[in-house]
């Protein structure tokens, strides 16, 4: 009997960030798009992809991939659903235009815009509140022992699920180390980190369907040195050009199923 880890898709997500202007970013939606029709593996299920562009261009992307299974969402979130909060655009409103993910905690949030540890766990928790799936980014910000980086990134995983309604979360370990980089973190220490990750959120009930994927300098190549070690990556710059988004998903499609 094949086990519940190998019988999840392989999941692909790709964050914008603010790199492209509005044309640009509605270019890339649409030539992803008419990736996404033509592959077997995304419309099948084997592999779940999932797009975050910026605000702006979240009603381009929910018409680009209309009718395909890909998953399109956020790249932050209100804690409140609704209220004098100037800027900032909540989970409730997320998910009535059809968005479907959202990131919270990413290094880059943490660190240039303050988002605590509490606030992230508030975050997510308006996220499964309003019917999202957050996609939980975790990660050390130094370089630390394979061992301190568990440590880290399990007390991040507990403060952030502590007070949030059961629901399944996408948990991308994103050493900030790797971020921006030239080279991913070495794929052993992945390995051990995203395995301790798996076996801590099955400590959690209400979880089931939570996948743990591995971001910071992905592309080409990495998805098919991790194998089933990783349930899949989260794509930054890497995947700007949609012809290398294209070869991850050529790697995840030929990963290994048992």
Same mark, same amino acid.
């Given at each position: 009997?094949?086990?519940? #880890?190998?019988?999840?898709?392989?999941?692909?997500?790709?964050?914008?960030?603010?790199?492209?202007?509005?044309?640009?970013?509605?270019?890339?939606?649409?030539?992803?798009?008419?990736?996404?029709?033509?592959?077997? *593996?995304? #419309?099948?299920?084997?592999?779940?992809?999932?797009?975050?562009?910026?605000? #702006?261009?979240?009603?381009?992307?929910?018409?680009?991939?209309?009718?395909?299974?890909?998953?399109?969402?956020?790249?932050?979130?209100?804690?409140?659903?609704?209220?004098?909060?100037?800027? *900032?655009?909540?989970?409730?409103? #997320?998910?009535?235009?059809?968005?479907?993910?959202?990131? =919270?905690?990413?290094?880059?949030?943490?660190?240039?815009?303050?988002?605590?540890?509490?606030?992230?766990?508030?975050?997510?928790?308006?996220?499964?509140?309003?019917?999202?799936?957050?996609?939980?980014?975790?990660?050390?910000?130094?370089?630390?022992?394979?061992? =301190?980086?568990?440590?880290?990134?399990?007390?991040?995983?507990?403060?952030?699920?502590?007070?949030?309604?059961?629901?399944? =979360?996408?948990?991308?370990?994103?050493?900030?180390?790797?971020? &921006?980089?030239?080279?991913?973190?070495?794929?052993?220490?992945?390995?051990?980190? =995203?395995?301790? $990750?798996?076996?801590?959120?099955?400590?959690?009930?209400?979880?089931?369907?939570?996948?743990?994927?591995?971001?910071?300098?992905?592309?080409? &190549?990495?998805?098919?040195? $991790?194998?089933?070690?990783?349930?899949?990556?989260?794509?930054?710059? $890497?995947?700007?050009?949609?012809?290398?988004?294209?070869?991850?998903?050529?790697?995840?499609? $030929?990963?290994?199923?048992?």
């Amino acid at each position: 009997m094949l086990s519940a #880890l190998v019988s999840r898709p392989v999941v692909i997500g790709v964050s914008l960030k603010m790199y492209f202007g509005h044309a640009q970013g509605r270019q890339w939606l649409a030539r992803v798009a008419d990736i996404a029709r033509g592959r077997s *593996e995304i #419309l099948n299920g084997t592999v779940e992809l999932f797009v975050i562009p910026g605000y #702006l261009q979240i009603p381009a992307a929910l018409d680009a991939f209309a009718g395909t299974p890909v998953r399109v969402g956020a790249q932050d979130v209100a804690v409140e659903d609704r209220g004098p909060y100037t800027g *900032e655009v909540s989970a409730a409103e #997320l998910a009535e235009i059809g968005a479907t993910v959202v990131e =919270v905690g990413h290094a880059e949030r943490r660190r240039l815009f303050g988002d605590t540890d509490l606030i992230v766990a508030a975050k997510l928790a308006a996220a499964i509140r309003d019917g999202l799936t957050p996609v939980l980014c975790v990660g050390e910000t130094t370089r630390v022992s394979t061992a =301190v980086a568990v440590a880290i990134v399990e007390r991040q995983l507990r403060s952030a699920l502590a007070t949030a309604a059961a629901g399944a =979360v996408i948990v991308a370990y994103e050493p900030a180390t790797a971020i &921006g980089a030239t080279m991913p973190a070495d794929t052993s220490h992945i390995a051990v980190v =995203v395995d301790a $990750l798996r076996a801590r959120l099955s400590e959690f009930p209400g979880r089931g369907g939570s996948t743990v994927v591995y971001g910071g300098s992905a592309g080409p &190549g990495l998805m098919t040195e $991790l194998g089933n070690r990783v349930d899949g990556l989260f794509l930054g710059r $890497l995947a700007h050009d949609p012809a290398a988004l294209e070869q991850v998903l050529d790697e995840a499609a $030929l990963r290994p199923r048992s």
